[in-house]
């Protein structure tokens, strides 16, 4: 099949490969010429293990191509995904649906005869239906528009197989007689052979899968960082607490993972915009609890300072603190609202000098956060270090030698942001070992 992904971030570089390694014709289209020239050179603008060879293996099939032309687009093909970003709208909640409106705007005039549009991008609910009306208004007397939703649940660091082998499929189409249906039957036939299920919706249904997939995912993390709170004024371990109710079937030990909490482009912004439409729609009761989720998420961040505080006698002023993991996760070089550059930023405002390193955010944490000292390799980083800070557990971090490391610091002081280091190793080690949710 011939289709165009309009966009190409995170979510639409992605997809554009992915659909080709599926056996599609595929034209990426963005209106950043140097990311569409860095696509077409085989070289992915961000880190994504997997990705460069599934770029690279469909760009020399012909497969793929990439352009910033609209016009070349509306010709290529008929099947269009759109994976423009929505990010946080200044001064507000909301999502900013500048960049959804403008592909729709610049897109749908140049179309001929019948097309059929797949949203990707995650929306607040009620979008498709809006931006159906705006290509209806824009489609010429031959064209016909269609809009549906298909959400994408990707996650950065396993974003190829993500969308190679989904573990579900959802798609929001308009009743009547939508085509989409059928399409995508055609677009997802291989995942679809292999039994990955299928849920066709009405739009606002989709809408809502997606960031209603993501508030949850982001209240499971802050419901176990809250039992972190509570344990560490009672004197219980939250790792042995969340082992105990993960093997409960109907809880599951994922996403219990209590540390310095979520980050990234996506959960935090996505429960704000949840939050704010759900206002808009009169249903703001119904998520306040989102709030709360929110605030227990930004308060393990100034945990981990205020515990750093106080590992080097109650001022920071002066003190070496080490920040291992610039990263919002391991396996991504993404610092969008990242917890840990946080952490260290407020570490660095408070008067520490810290050093920061990781294997791969190092250069997107240095334009967000340029004032910090970023160390060329994580022995030179933990040199001299008063606290050393675990603040993304990349596995370099976690294979760390206790004793090696030791050789290294000024004193042996680790605070284990992520609950991921093993505490008997360590303190056999002479190291004083503290974490988040555990009285260690
Ligand atoms: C998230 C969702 O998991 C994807 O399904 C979704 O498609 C994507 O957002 C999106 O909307 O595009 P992602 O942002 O890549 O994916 O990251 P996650 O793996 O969900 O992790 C989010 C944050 O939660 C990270 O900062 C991670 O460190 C933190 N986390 C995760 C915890 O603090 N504890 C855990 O147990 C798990």
Known sequence: MHMTVIGTGYLGATHSACMAELGHEVLGVDVDSAKIDSLKSGVVPFFEPGLPEVLNRNLESGRLNFTTDYGEAAEFANVHFLGVGTPQRRGSYAADLTFVRA????????????????????????????????????????????????????????????????????????????????????????????????????????????????????????????????????????????????????????????????????????????????????????????????????????????????????????????????????????????????????????GAEVSVYDPQAMDNARKVFPTLNYSPTVEDALTGADVVVLATEWQQFRDLDPATTGELVRRRVIIDGRNVLPVDQWQAAGWDIQALGRNL
């Open 103 to 350: 592909v729709i705007e610049d897109l749908v005039p140049l179309m001929k005869g019948n097309h059929t549009i797949f949203g990707k991008s995650t929306v607040p609910v009620g979008t498709a239906a809006q931006l159906q009306e705006l290509a209806d208004s824009l489609a010429g007397p031959d064209t016909n528009v269609e809009i549906a939703w298909n959400p994408e649940f990707l996650r950065e660091g396993y974003a190829v197989t993500d969308t190679i082998t989904p573990d579900r499929i959802v798609l929001g189409v308009n009743g009547g007689d939508s085509r989409a249906e059928e399409i995508a039957r055609e677009v997802y036939a291989i995942p679809l052979s292999q039994e990955t299920p299928f849920l066709v919706t009405d739009l606002p249904t989709a809408e809502l899968v997606k960031v209603s997939a993501n508030a949850f995912l982001a209240t499971k993390i802050s419901f176990i960082n809250a039992v972190s709170e509570v344990c560490e004024a009672a004197g219980g371990d939250v790792t042995a607490l969340a082992d105990a109710i993960g093997y409960d079937d109907r809880i599951g030990r994922k996403f219990l993972g209590a540390g310095l909490g979520f980050g990234g482009g996506c959960l935090p912004k996505d429960i704000r915009a949840f939050m704010a439409r759900a206002g808009e729609l009169g249903a703001d009761r119904a998520l306040t609890f989102l709030r709360e989720v929110d605030a227990v998420n930004m308060r393990r961040r100034e945990r981990a300072v205020q515990l750093t505080r106080k590992l080097c006698g109650g001022d920071l002023l002066g003190h070496r603190v080490t920040v291992l993991g610039a990263a919002f996760k391991p396996n991504s070089d993404d610092v969008r609202d990242s917890p840990a550059l946080s952490v260290a930023g407020s570490l660095s405002l408070a």
